[in-house]
């Protein structure tokens, strides 16, 4: 009873449906909630903290997920890797950089690798590497990416490259889907499913502040920005060409465009945002949401989200919940 797809087969689940990896975001009640309704649940490694990471592991519960890691993040501490590969997660996804030092070893482990494209050359890059699923990702996204490719163009981009060099290999789209219009469409343009970040990060198991909820709920597409300036302040050093989608507000209106100004303030700056972020303050700390948040007006549990996702995608595809 569900979608029949290249991602359903390859990873032996019901839905077509992957929870992106968002960082500190995606933590193991929430992964396991997606895989408990069908779909595939991710971990967001993120940056790498080696006890939120066991902690969140240890709240997925036996639940079968997989693991998401920034690369050049993962590349200062690769003894996290081993450490996630010890217990044979669904998958490991890579994102934003190099995937070499590390598809080796994954591939080694017997664990499935899913590696992020946000234009044709990574995804060159990533059948290279060997990458057994390729997430094609466009600049509607929240959190990191890139403006270089909007979804609807890049996915049929990505799955016509993918056809020609690794034929069979699964394509997920990702940036924009928020419902099952977003999943229908994604199939429709060659992808096998989608990898879902803003909507599930508005579900009740997700890591996110009741504020920040509360804050989102009333915003749409239009309300976010992609910024560098939230780089600068958590001083986090992303390579060229990322930025990241968040929701404007106060700190935004101040800082974005003026990231020069930004830097040569730094101390004090860095000062006020940890206040901010510990008193859960957001108009100064961020909420990394994509462009479908305007589509976003309740907080649910993942298992329902999936579930009218998957319905409504079926009623717009015209397909039978049977598998064909």
């Not at 699923?133 to 490259?161: I, K, N, Y």
Request: net charge negative; charged share 20%.
């Amino acid at each position: 009873m569900s979608l029949d797809t290249g991602v359903t087969r390859f990873f032996g689940i019901e839905h077509p449906v992957v929870l992106a990896p968002m960082a500190m975001i995606s933590g193991g009640r929430l992964a396991a909630a997606v895989t408990s309704a069908g779909g595939l649940g991710l971990i967001g490694g993120g940056y790498g903290e080696a006890e939120w990471l066991r902690r969140e592991f240890a709240r997925a519960e036996g639940q079968t997920v997989g693991c998401g890691f920034i690369t050049w993040s993962l590349a200062r501490q690769p003894a996290l890797l081993e450490e996630v590969l010890q217990r044979q997660p669904a998958a490991i996804m890579l994102s934003f950089g190099e995937l070499h030092p590390f598809a080796e070893r994954i591939r080694a482990a017997g664990v499935p690798l899913i590696a992020q494209a946000q234009t044709l050359d990574h995804a060159r890059r990533a059948l290279d590497a060997g990458a057994d699923v390729v997430a094609a990702q466009g600049g509607e996204a929240g959190g990191h990416g890139m403006t270089l490719r909007s979804t609807f163009t890049l996915v049929p981009d990505v799955v016509d490259l993918v056809a020609e060099r690794a034929p069979g290999t699964p394509v997920l789209a990702a940036g924009g889907v928020t419902d099952g219009r977003g999943l229908a469409a994604a199939l429709a343009l060659g992808a096998d499913g989608a990898l879902v970040g803003t909507r599930f990060w508005a579900s009740q198991e997700a890591l996110v502040s009741p504020r920040a909820h509360e804050r989102a709920l009333t915003a749409s597409g239009d309300d976010t920005i992609r910024t560098r300036a939230y780089d600068l302040v958590r001083r986090l050093d992303w390579p060229a060409g990322y930025n990241a989608r968040a929701l404007g507000n106060d700190f935004l209106d101040a800082w974005h465009g003026n990231e020069d100004r930004l830097a040569a303030s730094l101390p004090d700056a860095v000062t006020d945002y940890e206040k901010a972020v510990a008193a859960e303050d957001f108009d100064t700390a961020a909420i990394l949401v994509g462009e479908g948040v305007g589509l976003v007006r309740q907080v649910r549990p993942a298992a329902d989200i999936l579930a009218d996702m998957v319905d409504q995608a079926c009623r717009i595809l015209n397909r039978s919940r049977t598998a064909e």
